[in-house]
């Protein structure tokens, strides 16, 4: 699976958008881009995944550049409720074989500040 | 919808010791996932099983084994007990098979070995 670069720590006011880089620049035609975060001594939270198109589900989008070699993840309002530590996964799509299992990296720490 | 469950919560154990970590998947998930999260390492890929069989082992000596129920839960056993098992211990679970799927976590079992 490609490897993923994420900034180490972030910070955005309460209300404002928090907007989160990954850069994948190695991904190859059949990897998803997978956002997941995890708040302290909780396990970790699916929040959206993508191949190509943008995405937006009810807690984010995911915008995909066109050439995949970078993402942006998207916390339209950003509360105190998601501070937590937000991972970006690249991983294989397709059926069947040995793989399967997400590999994550150390993630961007988001501090959402009053 | 159930997410899913693991138990215990907490578990103490001494050095030798054996233990076992249960995880119930969501409903209607196959695939069952375990990661370790130690302090500072990260989360880490333990096993995958699917229908019931071992499709992937992350580089984990072989006291770390486990087993699927059936009912598609399952069960970790860590055997002869290390300082440095202590770790939550996170399950996840997916639809089987395919990778475009993402996995769900539950809360973990954080294992201390004193």
């Known amino acids: 699976d490609a490897k993923t670069t994420q900034p180490p720590s972030m910070d955005c006011a309460e209300g404002r958008a928090a907007n989160l880089p990954c850069n994948h620049s190695?991904?190859?035609?059949?990897?998803?881009v997978y956002w997941y975060r995890q708040i302290h001594s909780q396990g970790p939270q699916y929040i959206i995944h993508?191949?190509?198109n943008n995405e937006t589900n009810e807690m984010a989008s995911l915008i995909i550049t066109e050439d995949r070699k970078s993402s942006t993840l998207i916390l339209p309002h950003a509360t105190l409720r998601d501070t937590a530590v937000y991972y970006c996964?690249?991983?294989?799509?397709?059926?069947?074989?040995?793989?399967?299992?997400?590999?994550f990296g150390k993630g961007t720490k988001l501090s959402v500040k009053p | 919808e159930a997410g899913v469950t693991q138990s215990p919560t907490h578990l103490i154990k001494t050095r030798g010791q054996q233990a076992t970590l249960r995880c119930s998947p969501i409903s209607g998930h196959t695939s069952v996932y375990w990661y370790q999260q130690a302090l500072g390492l990260g989360l880490q890929f333990l096993l995958w099983y699917d229908e019931g069989e071992e499709r992937n082992r992350g580089n984990f000596p072989p006291r770390f084994s486990g087993r699927q129920f059936p009912n598609y839960s399952s069960e970790l056993n860590v055997n002869a007990l290390e300082l440095e098992d202590s770790a939550l211990y996170l399950c996840a679970s997916s639809l089987g098979g395919q990778y475009n799927q993402p996995q769900h976590f539950g809360d973990g079992t954080r294992l201390s070995i004193l």
């Open positions: 190695t991904i190859s035609g059949n990897e998803y």
């Open positions: 996964i690249v991983r294989k799509g397709g059926y069947g074989g040995s793989q399967g299992n997400l590999i």
């Open positions: 993508g191949l190509k």
